[in-house]
């Protein structure tokens, strides 16, 4: 067994790999391109992952929102166009889902006010915000369920052959 660290404020990848108690040797051999060096810098904080290491990461631990966390807090890109995704239940993501559904059809006529002119005034600029804000709650409850999805194939709850095909049809 792995033998814990002491440290505090362990990092996102520091506690996936604890989680699974593996050692960073043990880890490195799993990760296979990357070295138990590199895996304690990454997990230091001495150094960001490259892309293609958290990719190796999340697959081979079996944690697809390494991908999401990365992205959201550590690429520059994605610090500005992708929101963090918690994992939550199904049941909780499918009320989330439900629940912006129905505010944002309550307010789809008001939609169709505000863009027919193909300009929002002043007068329009509050009702528009909320509208996309609850838009934007809709994008998040679908990223969270595809994130719940690729989780539950990860550690083969879901049928992935079968999931892919349908995916893909």
Not at 1 to 7: D, F, I, P
Not at 51 to 64: A, F, G, N
Not at 130 to 147: C, D, G, N, W
Request: hydrophobic content about 35%; aromatic content about 6%; overall charge negative.
């Amino acid at each position: 067994m792995a033998r814990v660290s002491v440290k505090e404020n362990k990092n996102i990848y520091h506690k996936t790999r604890e989680a699974l108690q593996l050692t960073r040797e043990s880890a490195s051999e799993l990760l296979e391109s990357i070295s138990a060096e590199r895996i304690e810098k990454i997990e230091n904080e001495r150094s960001l992952p490259h892309p293609d290491e958290i990719l190796i990461m999340s697959e081979k631990y079996k944690q697809p929102d390494l991908c999401n966390y990365y992205c959201a807090n550590q690429c520059p890109i994605g610090q500005q166009y992708v929101p963090e995704v918690k994992i939550k239940d199904l049941s909780q993501i499918v009320l989330e889902t439900l629940a912006s559904l129905n505010s944002i059809h309550k307010q789809k006529e008001r939609l169709i006010e505000i863009t027919v002119d193909g300009k929002i005034s002043n007068d329009e600029l509050e009702d528009f915000v909320f509208i996309q804000e609850e838009l934007e709650k809709i994008s998040i409850a679908v990223e969270t369920l595809q994130l719940w999805s690729e989780q539950m194939v990860a550690k083969g709850l879901i049928d992935v052959e079968k999931y892919n095909e349908l995916k893909n049809k």
